[in-house]
């Protein structure tokens, strides 16, 4: 019987201290945004740009990879070489968040953080090839870019 009730004492005490933890999230704040020497980028504090004529230009995303409470990732400057470095030109590139997917705020679970290029429609193979999807797929909304070190 003792141990029963030790027992389930333990599991009470797990379980308090679980929840306390995940109330406890790190809040990090967005940073400016840390590519301004590409072209087109646009910070936070900037005015949109105008849309790009209909069927020439598309925006690409992927995720960051970043993890909550970790940070980690890719950085928006690392993907444009990547695209950069596979012949893919990048007219802008910018951070934002999707907004049609929930993210449990959970210690090591993805955040929504997407990164974001405007390429031209001629450039879309090379870039799904990368690995990034057309963002007319997902809502999202532009965002600063975080810094991703935990």
């Given at each position: 019987?003792?141990?029963?009730?030790?027992?389930?004492?333990?599991?009470?005490?797990?379980l308090?201290?679980?929840?306390?933890?995940?109330?406890?999230?790190?809040?990090?704040?967005?940073?400016?945004?840390?590519?301004?020497?590409?072209?087109?980028?646009?910070?936070?504090?900037?005015?949109?740009?105008?849309?790009?004529?209909?069927?020439?230009?598309?925006?690409?995303?992927?995720?960051?990879?970043?993890?909550?409470?970790?940070?980690?990732g890719?950085?928006?400057?690392?993907?444009?070489?990547?695209?950069?470095?596979?012949?893919?030109?990048?007219?802008?590139?910018?951070?934002?968040?999707?907004?049609?997917?929930?993210?449990?705020?959970?210690?090591?679970?993805?955040?929504?953080?997407?990164?974001?290029?405007?390429?031209?429609?001629?450039?879309?193979?090379?870039?799904?090839?990368?690995?990034?999807?057309?963002?007319?797929?997902?809502?999202?909304?532009?965002?600063?870019?975080?810094d991703?070190?935990?």
């Amino acid at each position: 019987m003792l141990k029963k009730r030790l027992f389930c004492l333990l599991w009470a005490l797990i379980l308090i201290v679980t929840v306390a933890a995940c109330g406890q999230s790190r809040e990090e704040p967005a940073v400016k945004n840390e590519v301004e020497n590409i072209p087109g980028a646009v910070g936070p504090e900037a005015t949109a740009t105008p849309p790009p004529p209909p069927g020439e230009m598309v925006w690409v995303y992927r995720s960051s990879g970043s993890k909550q409470c970790e940070g980690g990732g890719m950085t928006l400057p690392q993907s444009l070489a990547k695209l950069r470095g596979s012949g893919v030109a990048v007219q802008e590139s910018r951070c934002g968040v999707r907004t049609d997917r929930m993210f449990a705020s959970v210690c090591g679970a993805p955040t929504g953080d997407i990164l974001m290029h405007l390429v031209g429609m001629d450039a879309l193979d090379a870039a799904l090839e990368l690995g990034y999807n057309p963002a007319e797929k997902v809502q999202y909304q532009f965002s600063a870019c975080r810094d991703n070190s935990a």
